[in-house]
């Protein structure tokens, strides 16, 4: 184990908890990980225990903190987004579970606001659609559905944040209540050109502005870990949600480069520079990173549902063991091609963004297997992932390559029809924990290691690139294919 000193990054993804050292080079030197419980109480609803989050996230940081010579110079935490967590700020106890960004429970709230005009006011000041995907009307539903919360949050009695912020909260024995720029930027109720919580935003949604954390820059004194927790207290000096920083982690510092990170969700983000970018075809403009105030934005494609297809395709269908079975499986199935699975088990995103729409396998026969269950998996988040980069290419357009990363680009043959189906080089690099590195650097900054971004470029090594190979009428085929496919399962026909 390295005595040089070292950042540990936190990162707080949607089905684990871990925690990973890094070099000053961006090498990871060690890391911790724990499953976090999944709960589904409901249909279209999906929850975490925030007592888990935190002792998971607690259990990681100290396995990898024992194990090192020193403790870590800084912290950087990183964490899935969007997802609402409410707490007594005397007790620090949450009041409910957290509700996670997958959850659609608020779907008919959603609509309601879009039939009440506010689709134009919110666009315009957050860069977000209406939907359940966003943090806001998950945080009005507990503050509405837990007895006396809406009166206690009046009373000041109460704090709400995403997963970061309830992380710093508990990190700093419950001193500093704050989140960064990225992660306000997915509430709906953040201003992403002003910076600032908006105040018309908190009447739509109905969220009393008192909750909310001070928002900062993504590179932060954020305050230091309370020192009964690691044995000395350890500064937290970086913070972005996980796709943001991947966009980091990645190197893409440069307007036109593009990350696309495959977790239990996929998520493609195009960093725009310095002016946001208004999408023209129901794309999200978000914040991708802020320093020294100034903010670089980001365009970002959202699915729901990636490697949480093959979970479920090991959970539910049990047609594998381990996840990495996808591949060999999935090669048996190569060349008949005809199954078409539409995993919208929580609605459709980005460009689509139907709630309402559900799952569905066409193309069944007496011969269909798990195998082609398996590979109609697979090509899924592939074609998913065209739709959303042609749509990037509309609003901005000469994308070259995309870069990714995350836990479902280890298998080989996706990436080949990654590259395939959007007729792109798939650069896949050989650290892919990405979101982990960018939560470092961003440390990193704060620590001093680094006076700019760019100085960490040089991090990034390619592992492999995947270069686009199939005929084009055969992509072409499938692509008429899938789309016939979506058209089924929308159920409102596609607006502009
Ligand atoms: N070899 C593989 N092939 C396909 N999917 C995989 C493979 N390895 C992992 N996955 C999927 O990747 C996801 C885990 O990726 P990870 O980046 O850890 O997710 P998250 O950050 O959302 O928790 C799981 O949903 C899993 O099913
Ligand atoms: O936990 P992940 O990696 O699936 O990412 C979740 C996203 O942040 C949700 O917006």
């Known amino acids: 184990m390295s005595k040089d000193p070292t950042i540990l990054a936190i990162d707080q993804g949607t089905t684990s908890a871990r925690a990973i050292l890094f070099s000053r080079n961006g090498q990871p030197l060690d890391a911790a990980q724990y499953e976090l419980p999944q709960h589904f109480p409901d249909d279209g609803w999906v929850e975490h225990d925030a007592e888990d989050i935190w002792s998971l996230t607690l259990k990681a940081c100290r396995d990898v903190i024992a194990r090192a010579d020193a403790p870590p110079v800084g ?25 996670v960004w997958q959850d659609r429970r608020t779907a008919d709230v959603c609509r309601g ?47 709400a944040g995403t997963v970061e912020s309830f992380l710093l909260w508990r990190l700093t024995g419950g001193q500093v209540h704050a989140s960064d720029a990225t992660n ?11 910076q600032q919580w908006d105040q018309e935003l908190c009447d739509i949604f109905r969220v009393p502005m008192s909750l909310l954390p001070e928002v900062t820059d993504c590179a932060h004194d954020f305050g230091a870990t309370d020192p009964a927790l ?49 999408s023209g075809h129901k794309l999200l403009s978000t914040v991708g990173y802020r320093l020294g105030g100034e903010v670089t934005y980001a365009l970002e494609g959202s699915i729901f549902v990636a490697g949480a297809a093959i979970q479920w395709l090991r959970d539910g269908m049990k047609f594998i063991s ?22 919208a088990f929580t609605g459709l995103g980005a460009p689509h963004w139907d709630a309402e729409a559900r799952g569905a396998i066409f193309g ?3 011969d269909t297997g798990p195998a082609d269950i398996v590979a109609a998996a697979l090509e899924a988040v592939a074609f998913q992932t065209a739709e959303l980069l042609e ?27 990654l590259a395939d189906l959007t007729g792109l080089e798939v650069d896949r690099p050989v650290v892919t924990e990405t979101t982990a590195l960018g939560a470092a650097i961003l440390a990193g900054l704060t620590a001093g290691w680094f006076s700019s971004l760019e100085e960490a470029e040089g991090f990034r090594t390619r592992d492999r690139v995947f270069s686009p190979a199939m005929d084009s009428s055969e992509g072409q085929r499938r692509r008429r294919r899938w789309d016939a496919a979506i058209a089924r399962v929308l159920t409102a026909p596609p607006s502009a």
């Open 75 to 99: 912290i950087g935490i990183t964490n899935q987004r969007e997802t609402v967590i409410v707490w007594d700020r005397k007790s620090g106890e949450p009041i409910h579970r957290a509700i």
């Open 230 to 278: 690691f044995g000395t207290a350890i500064p937290i000096g970086g913070m972005a949600g996980d796709q943001q920083a991947a966009l980091i982690g990645q190197g893409a510092f440069r307007p036109g480069l593009v990350k696309s990170t495959y977790g239990t969700g996929c998520f493609a983000v195009l960093n725009t520079g310095s002016t946001p970018v208004r």
């Open 391 to 417: 749509a990037m290419a509309a609003d901005a357009p000469g994308l070259a390559s995309l870069r990714v990363d995350g836990g479902m680009v280890a298998n080989d043959l996706f990436c080949q029809q």
């Open 113 to 159: 606001l879009r039939e009440a005009d506010h689709e134009e006011k919110v666009a315009a000041k957050t860069g977000l659609v209406i939907d359940p995907y966003f943090s806001a009307t998950k945080l009005a539903w507990l503050l509405d559905h837990v007895p006396g919360a809406r009166a206690r949050a009046e009373k000041g009695e109460l704090a």
């Open 184 to 194: 306000a930027s997915r509430t709906s109720l953040f201003d992403i050109h002003r």
């Open 322 to 343: 381990h996840a990495a079975e996808s591949e060999a499986l999935a090669k048996k199935a190569m060349g008949k091609g005809e199954v078409t699975f539409v995993p």
């Open 364 to 366: 069944l026969t007496r």
